[in-house]
């Protein structure tokens, strides 16, 4: 799945980040520990969301739109492919934008021992 930055700004604040550990929530959630807070990550209709804090409890707050999948001609994707949750399971089509694409794409550093994404 091709990423692409939506806000330069969000995503310059969450690129880079060293990632102690990640435990997937749900098909499309993350939670993720950083050394210096919690960072919760979502994928909603292809579009990547991040939250950042301090406090667990906090990290949803002030969910920012980082980036989203693009089509070979680098337009954002709106297809009912992502817009259906992606629990449903049964739909042979169905198009996943992985965890490990968005570590790649953020520029994210954590062990791959770390990540609990079964």
């Known amino acids: 799945m091709k990423l692409a930055i939506l806000n330069d700004e969000m995503y310059d604040a969450f690129s880079g980040l060293e990632l102690m550990t990640v435990c997937k929530m749900d098909d499309n959630e993350w939670e993720c520990e950083t050394k210096d807070g919690f960072l919760f990550v979502r994928v909603t209709a292809a579009v990547l969301s991040c939250g950042f804090s301090e406090r667990h409890d906090?990290?949803?707050?002030?969910?920012?739109?980082?980036?989203?999948?693009?089509?070979?001609?680098?337009?954002?994707?709106?297809?009912?492919?992502?817009?259906?949750?992606?629990?449903?399971?049964?739909?042979?089509?169905?198009?996943?934008?992985?965890?490990?694409?968005?570590?790649?794409?953020?520029?994210?550093?954590?062990?791959?021992?770390?990540?609990?994404?079964?």
Not at 69 to 90: E, H, M, N, S
């Open 58 to 118: 906090d990290r949803k707050d002030e969910m920012c739109i980082v980036g989203g999948a693009v089509d070979k001609k680098d337009k954002l994707i709106v297809a009912p492919k992502y817009t259906v949750p992606y629990a449903q399971k049964d739909m042979p089509d169905k198009l996943i934008i992985t965890f490990n694409e968005i570590v790649d794409f953020m520029d994210w550093q954590i062990d791959n021992y770390n990540i609990w994404d079964g």
